[in-house]
């Protein structure tokens, strides 16, 4: 017996090799119809070594209707696939949509746009300032009647679409010149590798490396800790030692393709040195950025990038003098390099808006994002924190979830007032557009580009289901801002691989990548 469609909707595309706009609008077309109708979508990734001829029928199967944006440059060498999906659909008598862009306006007027009982078109002028898009979105369908075709799908993605050229010329935020494009588009998709320069041996397998390159990410951020490259806290042969394995870390790296920021990372040694002798701190990040200014200069400016400090533990006031101070040091000994910063309390989204832009322009802003922290921290691994108590809490957090109640009588049970109250202060979620609206607030006030530099769920406590859910959620966000991103972390708590297998979590990057 033939199983039911489980999605109104499949998406043929190119993961994330879709970086044409005709990619990118697939993308937030299924993410707008996801917002419409949640769960509605599924997508199709069809490329030289996605797409076999089983999965593609199956997928298929899966839907009511395949809908076709054209042409997606990744497809150039693998035509037969999404042509292959479409001729299996009319073979499983699914609907067909169709969305056929143009790369001039079209000269079709409101009447050449005429519905038959086989074909209906559907025209679309561009908005003026629009770029020059999909004109003309055609729906092929084996319903007959007209009016049966407005009660299904395609109606939903024809308003969709609409409204997504509508306001394409509005989908990035116009940016000041500064940061040249490749490398926003270098640091759009990535993953911290933390530990590697704490231990070398801990380094990640280079397949595992390669695997996520290959899927579409670009950058590493590689976190120095602070604490390793400062005189104060370091011997100088404990600092050379350290720096060949920077050397050595961004050999590996720039070999396989990646782009790499250098996060300067702060410890504990230094973060009390900096409250307590702020001159002092300034002397040590001077003499450390001097240092790792020498390994960097033997590589391409517009691969390896340069960020100052990871989440300043001092007041707003004493990091923007210093920040300003310290930019203009390393800018003399990097003249053309990409410079990241971010603000105190964390780098979190409601405290750049008190954050002034600096005078540089070549300069990338960073935001750290684990909010709500009692779903992102729950299962701590230090059980003193009420967050250690708190595990299986779902996402999104609802006081009518039966797990959310649930969890909240064990809570009650256990005597655990605090991490109660850390439940209750979550419920209802804001949602991650609201946690993250200061920020592309912050981002339409000074037209500078942003990146989510670390963002991330621990694995020992939340649902798996919640955890992709929350990623999916995360990325997608960003990418409907036009911000890069950079998953916390490789292959620890937080990691997209597993630490034992060293092999990547398929789902995790399906939902980082959107092909979810």
């Keep these: ?60 199967g899966s839907a009511d209707s395949v809908v076709c944006n054209f042409p997606i440059v990744a497809w150039k060498r693998v035509i037969a696939r999404p042509l292959l999906a479409l001729l299996f659909a009319r073979l499983r008598r699914r609907n067909v949509i ?24 559907v025209c679309v002028s561009d908005a ?165 200014a020498r390994v960097m200069q033997r590589y391409p400016s517009d691969r390896v990038f340069a960020e100052l400090l990871n989440e300043p533990e001092v007041d707003a006031a004493q990091w923007q003098g210093e920040v300003r101070e310290l930019a203009s040091f390393i800018r003399q000994l990097l003249p053309q390099t990409t410079l990241i910063t971010g603000p105190v309390n964390w780098q979190r989204a409601d405290s750049l808006p008190g954050f002034a832009p600096l005078d540089d322009p070549n300069v990338v802003y960073a935001i750290h994002f684990y909010d709500p922290m009692v779903f992102t921290h729950q299962a701590h691994w230090d059980r003193s924190e009420p967050l250690h108590d708190v595990v299986g809490l779902p996402y999104p957090i609802r006081a009518d979830d039966p797990k959310v109640q649930q969890l909240r009588e064990q809570l009650t049970a256990l005597d655990r007032p605090k991490a109660l109250a850390m439940v209750d202060r979550a419920i209802p979620d804001r949602g991650i557009d609201k946690w993250l609206e200061p920020a592309a607030a912050w981002q339409r006030q000074y037209s500078r580009p942003i990146i989510i530099n670390e963002f991330g769920v621990l694995k020992a406590g939340a649902p798996r289901d919640s955890r992709l859910r929350w990623l999916a959620g995360v990325t997608a966000y ?28 398929r789902d995790v990057l399906r939902a980082l990548l959107g092909t979810r």
Aim: hydrophobic share 45%.
């Design 1 to 60: 017996m033939t199983e039911p469609p489980r999605y109104r909707a499949l998406f043929l595309g190119a993961g994330p090799r879709m970086h044409c706009g005709v990619g990118q609008f697939t993308r937030l077309l299924q993410e707008t119809i996801d917002k419409l109708e949640p769960g509605a979508g599924a997508a199709l990734t069809l490329t030289q070594t996605d797409g076999r001829i089983g999965e593609i029928w199956r997928a298929v």
């Design 478 to 505: 960003a990418r409907q801002q036009c911000w890069g991103w950079t998953h916390w972390e490789l292959s620890q708590g937080f990691g997209l691989a597993d630490a034992v297998t060293g092999k990547a979590d």
């Design 128 to 292: 003026p300032a629009a770029p020059r898009s999909a004109s003309l979105l055609q729906h092929r369908s084996r319903v007959d009647h007209p009016m049966a075709r407005l009660s299904s799908i395609p109606v939903i993605i024809i308003a969709a679409a609409s409204i997504l050229l509508s306001v394409a010329a509005r989908a990035c935020p116009a940016l000041i010149e500064g940061v040249p494009a490749d490398r926003i588009t270098a640091l759009s998709r990535g993953v911290n590798a933390d530990g590697w320069i704490v231990d070398p041996r801990s380094a990640p397998p280079r397949g595992l490396l390669l695997e996520l390159r290959k899927a579409g990410l670009t950058h590493i951020r590689l976190p120095v800790p602070a604490d390793f490259v400062m005189p104060r806290f370091a011997t100088k042969a404990e600092i050379d030692s350290r720096l060949q394995t920077v050397d050595a870390v961004l050999k590996t790296l720039l070999a396989l393709g990646y782009a790499v920021s250098i996060d300067l990372h702060s410890g504990q040694h230094f973060n009390a040195l900096h409250k307590d002798d702020p001159p002092g701190a300034m002397a040590e990040m001077k003499s450390a950025w001097t240092a790792l």
């Design 98 to 121: 169709l969305i056929q862009h143009e790369w001039r306006r079209s000269q079709r007027t409101p009447a050449d746009c005429r519905q038959s009982a086989t074909r209906q078109a």
